[in-house]
């Protein structure tokens, strides 16, 4: 990966060029239309000053937005170019689901999951589609496991979810987790578990950390189900949230209770590409391969343009069931070519974008060598600033009590000065040369500065980081001093 190109100086807009934006768009179509000549004008000289540098910039570390390599890049324009929809496979008539199945296979080399095992794999539109598909198989997995335990077949797909909750003899399903994404609470909602039933079972002192206990205790309540949703890793803190002496405990206490167990690995699912041989200083989740189901993001850390997330489960016949778009005309006809399950069959939508593409192509131009390279360089610039933090008078890093080794590729952090710190993000964001997020840790305001864009160097990045901390430090102290 080339990464020597000069950033862009600002990853934000100006507040000039956002109001003029917003003072030109067109909110009724023209009496006459502008024509392409004029609208692609518009596009380029009123909009396009207007959007953040976020995926451009290697200095934009608001969210994860991961970047575009420019292999993915180039690929994403052949499928704008093609408009290729990849719904039925038809192996006499299209490459497409074949291509598709193959991006998958590359992700599963990629990141050391067994294709023999993990059977179900499809693409999705991210990480919270992919998170509405794992919770809602779990969620019918349940409940037929209970049912079959008490030696009923029921089957959700076909009874719904209300009677065969009473065939089962289930009152309940809750999602057990510690601190899940946000997304994660979106989609237990739309699968119809309720809010309410995200029950917290994280070790005290350590909020991002599953708690054994906790968690068995809840897993053995009567007539309640259970989906136990692993983050991997934690969105503020980039932490794994099961320790690796806890990860087959977790497994077998779900084994004992008939609970699925859904891993969500966003962005978290990129630290299994460091192979312990060759960078044995970092973590790796060793969770995922247990679980039923995985959710992961390639428009984050695999770096493809949005909107690309995927999907794994080891239940390719539930979700086969319950996600089945059985129509006449849409049957592929019987062929003599490759077996592949039609996307349609296996995912949300039935046309789908072929967002398989930049994911193949970036995967075959830079190989696991080059990801492995990318990711290191990303943990380097995380823990280059983290250690800086640590050595600086202003600033602290968090969470307390966390290790420095398990830092992957974000860094929490807070200014000692408690009025600072209030307006820390907005402070660092004014800059306009680098771009943090604001969050909430353990009541208090935060900083969270995660790092995903393929561009990153260590050195060039570490040092304008550090700058502008600095600078945002003294120029508070001159405004504290000349106040007083
Ligand atoms: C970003 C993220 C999501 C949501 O992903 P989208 O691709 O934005 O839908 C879910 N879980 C985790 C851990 C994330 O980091």
Redesign the pocket.
């Known amino acids: 990966m080339d990464t020597t190109s000069t950033p862009p100086a600002l990853v934000l807009p100006t507040t000039p060029s956002l109001n003029h934006a917003r003072t030109t768009l067109h909110h009724t179509l023209p009496s006459t239309p502008l024509g392409l000549d004029a609208t692609l004008k518009h596009l380029e000289s009123d909009i396009a000053p207007a959007v953040p540098a976020s995926s451009v910039s290697p200095r934009y570390f608001g969210?994860?937005t991961g970047g575009a390599t420019p292999a993915a890049r180039a690929a994403d324009s052949l499928v704008t170019a093609w408009d290729y929809s990849v719904a039925v496979h038809l192996p006499a008539e299209s490459i497409a689901t074949e291509v598709e199945a193959a991006a998958l296979d590359l992700l599963c080399d990629l990141l050391d999951f067994d294709p023999e095992v993990f059977t179900h794999r499809t693409f999705?539109?991210?990480?919270?589609?992919?998170?509405v598909i794992g919770l809602t198989l779990g969620r019918d997995w349940v409940v037929e496991e209970a049912a079959r335990r008490k030696g009923v077949e029921v089957s959700v797909t076909d009874h719904g979810l209300v009677k065969a909750m009473r065939l089962a003899g289930l009152d309940e399903i809750r999602v057990l987790s510690a601190m899940?994404?946000?997304?994660?609470a979106k989609a237990v909602s739309i699968a119809g578990l309720g809010r309410a039933n995200i029950v917290d079972v994280a070790r005290d002192g350590a909020p991002w950390r599953v708690d054994i206990k906790k968690l068995r205790a809840e897993l053995g309540r009567e007539g309640v189900g259970s989906i136990v949703c692993l983050?991997?890793?934690?969105?503020n803190t980039g932490y794994l949230d099961t320790a690796p002496e806890d990860v087959y405990a977790v497994r077998a206490a779900c084994d004992e209770f008939g609970a699925w167990l859904h891993a969500?690995?966003?962005?978290?699912l990129m630290a299994r590409i460091l192979h312990p041989s060759t960078y044995p200083a970092i973590h790796r989740s060793y969770a995922e391969e247990l679980a039923d189901s995985i959710?992961g993001?390639a428009?984050?850390l695999l770096n493809v343009p949005?909107?690309c997330?995927f999907f794994f489960s080891k239940h390719l016949a539930l979700a086969s069931r319950m996600l089945a778009n059985a129509a006449a005309y849409l049957t592929p006809p019987a062929s003599s070519g490759p077996t592949v399950p039609s996307p349609l069959n296996i995912g949300i939508e039935n046309s789908r974008r072929f967002r398989a593409l930049p994911v193949y192509a970036t995967l075959l131009a830079y190989g696991g060598s080059g990801y492995s390279e990318m990711v290191f360089r990303q943990i380097g610039l995380a823990r280059r600033v983290a250690a800086w933090i640590e050595g600086s008078k202003g600033y602290e890093l968090l969470p307390r009590g966390g290790e420095r080794g398990d830092i992957f590729m974000i860094v929490l952090f807070r200014a000692r000065d408690e009025e600072l710190d209030k307006s820390l993000a907005r402070r660092i964001n004014a800059t306009g040369r680098i771009y943090v997020s604001g969050t909430v840790w353990e009541g208090e305001t935060a900083v969270r500065l995660a790092v995903a864009n393929w561009q990153v160097e260590v050195e060039r990045e570490g040092a304008v980081v550090e700058e502008v901390l600095s600078q945002v430090l003294d120029k508070y102290e001159e405004e504290k001093a000349s106040e007083s």
């Open positions: 969210f994860i999705t539109t991210g990480a919270t589609a992919s998170n899940p994404h946000s997304s994660v983050g991997a890793g934690e969105v969500d690995g966003a962005f978290g959710t993001d428009h984050k949005y909107d997330g």
